[in-house]
């Protein structure tokens, strides 16, 4: 993918895209890599040219929270730049990755040369706080059973009729994206599985019905 299909840097001109591309560098990671450490000092912001992360919080005792997963075309580590504060949270590879690293000082030039990088920022930053806020309402409203049901119809897509789940999330995956314990959720899957409202396969996950307000 290049700099230019990046969502964050389209409305750039060609001089300016010549610009950050030299100024930017190409990095490949393999899969579960730490990118970057809640609580580390950083400067650079990474845009995902291909591969997919998890951006996730935990405790001294391993648990943790996925906040998100971002693909190609999306950008993290932005916030300890604007804010200069230690990393918010921390980024792991869920598979082989690309990145675009940019260093603080080239990309803070760019956005004030640029409005309109600043208009795309806050369009993504305004999307990630709803899916936050989204995130808040389930884990304080909704059981266990309730956030699963959301996740999965969050994570579907149609394929000709089907909601399908292809992300190749393991069931513990799931558990860290509901704040539940590995166990619970596959109780849940076995559950809904056995009432037909769907069919887990090793690589997918098909949404066959409706999913029932409570099990
Ligand atoms: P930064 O704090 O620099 O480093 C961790 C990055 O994770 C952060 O910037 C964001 O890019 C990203 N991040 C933190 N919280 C969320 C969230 N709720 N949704 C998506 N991305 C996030």
């Known amino acids: 993918m290049l700099l230019r299909n990046i969502p964050l840097f389209a409305t750039l001109g060609d001089t300016e895209l010549a610009q950050i591309t030299a100024e ?4 490949q990671f393999p899969k579960n890599k730490v990118i970057m450490s809640e609580g580390e000092k950083s400067d650079s912001l990474y845009t995902i040219v291909a591969g997919k992360v998890k951006v996730l919080i935990s405790d001294e005792e391993g648990k943790e929270i ?3 997963m971002l693909g ?3 950008f993290f580590g932005e916030m300890a730049l604007f804010d200069n504060e230690p990393r918010s949270a921390t980024v792991i590879t869920m598979e082989p ?3 675009n ?5 080239d990309f803070m030039r760019c956005v004030a040369g640029n409005p309109q990088i600043a208009k795309a920022l806050l369009q993504a930053l305004a999307r990630r706080l709803r899916e936050a806020d989204r995130k808040i309402s389930s ?5 266990v059973y309730g956030r699963v049901a959301r996740t999965l119809l969050e994570l579907a897509k149609d394929e000709q009729g089907k909601l399908v789940v292809r992300q190749n999330l393991s069931q513990q995956d799931i558990a860290n994206m509901v704040g539940a314990s590995r166990e619970m959720v596959n ?3 076995k559950d809904l599985a056995l009432g037909g409202y769907i069919e887990v396969e090793s690589k997918y996950i098909i949404i066959n019905e409706q999913l029932p307000r409570s099990l």
Request: proline share 4%.
């Open 187 to 189: 109780r849940i899957l």
């Open 139 to 143: 884990l304080a409203l909704m059981d």
């Open 24 to 27: 930017a560098s190409m990095r």
């Open 66 to 68: 996925i906040l998100s």
């Open 101 to 105: 690293v940019i260093s603080q000082g």
């Open 72 to 74: 190609p075309g999306e």
């Open 97 to 99: 990755s690309t990145f």
